[in-house]
């Protein structure tokens, strides 16, 4: 598979990651849009939210808040953060592996 994600999950491609666990990683966006801008992936492919079926993929949606909210707080993110993802091109979604964006460190913009 050819898919940049999967490949920095792996250790192929170089990041800087910021949190690590069996299910998955988080790293910060090469083009950042907030102070704070860390991407957040599954280590296992999945290519979008609408492609979660089993009960497995859902609990991994937790494991993923869960990172979420651990970065959060190593990132001192108390006035709060925004998490996002993507789902499909119509959504905006630029690579096709489930990931989330968390987004601080100032006041963002409401959209």
Do not use: W
């Not at 907030?34 to 939210?49: E, F, G, T, Y």
């Not at 970065?71 to 998490?83: H, K, P, V």
């Amino acid at each position: 598979m050819d898919c940049i994600f999967c490949k920095i999950a792996a250790g192929q491609i170089p990041a800087t990651f910021v949190y690590e666990d069996a299910r998955v990683v988080a790293f910060r966006d090469i083009k950042p849009e907030a102070r704070v801008h860390v991407l957040i992936v599954p280590r296992r492919h999945v290519d979008r939210v609408s492609s979660l079926v089993s009960d497995d993929d859902f609990a991994l949606i937790g494991d993923i808040h869960r990172a979420a909210l651990k970065i959060a707080t190593n990132e001192g993110l108390s006035s709060g953060f925004r998490l996002v993802t993507n789902s499909g091109p119509d959504a905006g979604q630029a690579v096709d592996h489930l990931h989330y964006h968390l987004l601080g460190g100032q006041k963002l913009p409401i959209r």
